[in-house]
């Protein structure tokens, strides 16, 4: 995994672990931020106005390329807010299937998957509970609701999109 990769996805970690205002207000900092230093720039170097803009051009392109992430994860935390329920990776091939409560507390179910081929949205082959296992094995939150869940995560990974969502039975 290459270092942007790494970058991001611990971006998009500590987006879910603030939340949504933190994070949002880290945007509108990171935008501020450099807003500032573009100006601070522009009026240090009113003498040199090319060197300036590249200065600023640098600047903007940094900042817009961070504000772009900032408002994918926001994006992500207002769709879990909305639908109340989110895919989320963990490491490797391991992803939770997560459920937001009225009451503020969380119900998670893990899953694996797997990415059959490049594409967007990607194939993949999703291992979870077979359905004689389900009402023995998952937890109680989840019992009788296989096929919600199901329909559930194959609609995050693109299944409604035109992806193929393959599910395989787990022990």
Known sequence: MSWPEKGIRLLWRRGQALGLVPSFLCVIAWVACGAAAARAIALELWQYPRLAMVFI????????IGGLVGFWIIVDLIEYWRLGYRVRWLSGNEWIYEERRAEGTVHCLPFSRATLADGYPAPCQVRILSEECWEGKAPEWAQRRRAEIVKRIAQLFGADMGGHVQFKDST
Do not use: F
Request: with cysteine; aromatic share 0%.
């Open 57 to 64: 051009i640098v600047i903007a392109a940094v900042v817009c």
